[in-house]
Antibody, heavy 123, light 106 residues
Framework: EVQLLESGGALVQPGGSLRLSCAAS????????MNWVRQAPGKGLEWVST????????YYADSVKGRFTISRDNSKNTLYLQLNSLRAEDTAIYFC?????????????????WGQGTLVTVS | DIQMTQSPSSVTASVGDIVTITCRAS??????LAWYQHKPGEAPKLLIS???SLQSGVPSRFSGSGSGTDFTLRISSLQPGDFATYYC?????????FGGGTKVEI
């Protein structure tokens, strides 16, 4: 069974930093692109960032580019998101999710499994 | 960027009703569209990929259709567990984008 367990959410002041983690199990971690998606209070889902299986290619939403850094440790089956220069509008539940890249292609880019999220509050 | 527009933003329905949710892309995306169900406090769940491909374990009362820019999620005979928020997402290219969501309420 696929499990994705996020941690690291906290209350942080504007301008502060935080590192989120997502521990993965139940699938071959390096065969999947890993992602962060967030949901601000009362709002919809917003894609934040993606990292391919090898860790060599990353993508970011414009709203976080230059402030957030996605990374992964395939030896620990763990995904990370470093959040710097935090703003009030970054307040959200942050979900990790995977995209199947078995067979060499990650296309189409839908999220197969999700975690339950971790709450980041910037205030 | 590809903008995704869902309608309605909310719908009130009863058990047994048919519910139809639409999603429009700002440019053609073929059939590269997914639908998710999200309940508060839970992980979102992938229902449909490639516009109409039902995921394993998802009840057949859920169906998806469409291509190009216009897509539909249909729930036939709404069940108590179906009250949730539904999102479409274009799976064609980065930046990945979601529709604003449709809340299905009792």
């Amino acid at each position: 069974e696929v499990q994705l367990l996020e941690s690291g959410g906290a209350l942080v002041q504007p301008g502060g930093s935080l590192r989120l983690s997502c521990a993965a199990s139940g699938f071959t971690f390096n065969n999947y692109a890993m992602n962060w998606v967030r949901q601000a209070p009362g709002k919809g889902l917003e894609w934040v960032s993606t990292i391919r299986g090898s860790g060599g290619t990353t993508y970011y939403a414009d709203s976080v580019k230059g402030r957030f850094t996605i990374s992964r440790d395939n030896s620990k089956n763990t995904l990370y998101l470093q959040l710097n220069s935090l703003r009030a509008e970054d307040t959200a539940i942050y979900f990790c999710a995977n995209i199947d890249c078995r067979g060499g292609s990650c296309f189409p880019l839908h999220f197969d499994s999700w975690g339950q999220g971790t709450l980041v509050t910037v205030s | 960027d590809i903008q995704m527009t869902q309608s309605p933003s909310s719908v009130t329905a009863s058990v047994g009703d048919i519910v139809t949710i639409t999603c429009r892309a700002s440019q053609g995306i073929g059939t590269w569209l997914a639908w998710y169900q999200h309940k508060p406090g839970e992980a979102p769940k992938l229902l449909i990929s490639a516009a109409s491909s039902l995921q394993s374990g998802v009840p057949s009362r859920f169906s998806g259709s469409g291509s190009g820019t216009d897509f539909t999620l249909r729930i036939s005979s709404l069940q108590p567990g179906d009250f949730a928020t539904y999102y479409c997402q274009q799976t064609n290219d980065f930046p990945l984008t979601f529709g604003g969501g449709t809340k299905v309420e009792i």
